[in-house]
Nanobody
Framework: QVRLVASGGDSVPAGGSLRLSCSIS????????MGWFRQVPGKEREAVAM???????IHTDSVKGRFTISRDSAKSSLYLQMNNLKPQDTAMYSC????????????????????WGQGTQVTVSS
C-alpha cells in the first residue's frame, strides 16, 4: 500500500521561503510521476509541479522561477522548495504519485495520478 505523507507547511510572511517534504512508503510500487498539488477551499485542486521518471520537471506558470520540485535518488522522498512566497500561494499542499499503469487515475501534466497524500497547510501573510 503506497502511502504519502507531506510535511513542512507553516505560516510565513510574503517573500519568505519554505521547503515541503513528502515521504513515500513502498515507493517501488509507484510509477514514473510524482508531483505537488495545492487546493484552496471552494476551488479546484491545482497541479503545482511534477517530476518525471527521467528527472524532467514541469512547474505551473504562477510558480515558475520561485518553486522547485526535486526528489532523492531513491525516489522515496519528494521535495518542493518554495521561495519568494506570495499570499496567493496560501493553500493546502499535498503530494501525489502515479501507479505503474496507463489506466485509471486523474490526469495532470501528462501523468495519471493514482496515489494521494494528506496535505500540509501553507499560509502566506501580506
Amino acid at each position: 500500500q503506497v502511502r504519502l505523507v507531506a510535511s513542512g507547511g507553516d505560516s510565513v510572511p510574503a517573500g519568505g521561503s519554505l521547503r515541503l517534504s513528502c515521504s513515500i512508503s513502498d515507493y517501488t510500487a509507484t510509477g514514473s510521476c510524482m508531483g505537488w498539488f495545492r487546493q484552496v477551499p471552494g476551488k479546484e485542486r491545482e497541479a503545482v509541479a511534477m517530476i518525471y521518471g527521467d528527472g524532467g520537471t514541469i512547474h505551473t506558470d504562477s510558480v515558475k522561477g520561485r518553486f522547485t520540485i526535486s526528489r532523492d535518488s531513491a525516489k522515496s522522498s519528494l521535495y518542493l522548495q518554495m521561495n519568494n512566497l506570495k499570499p496567493q500561494d496560501t493553500a493546502m499542499y499535498s503530494c501525489a504519485a502515479s501507479a505503474p499503469t496507463s489506466t485509471g487515475g486523474t490526469p495532470y501534466f501528462g501523468c495519471r495520478i493514482h496515489y494521494w497524500g494528506q496535505g500540509t497547510q501553507v499560509t502566506v501573510s501580506s
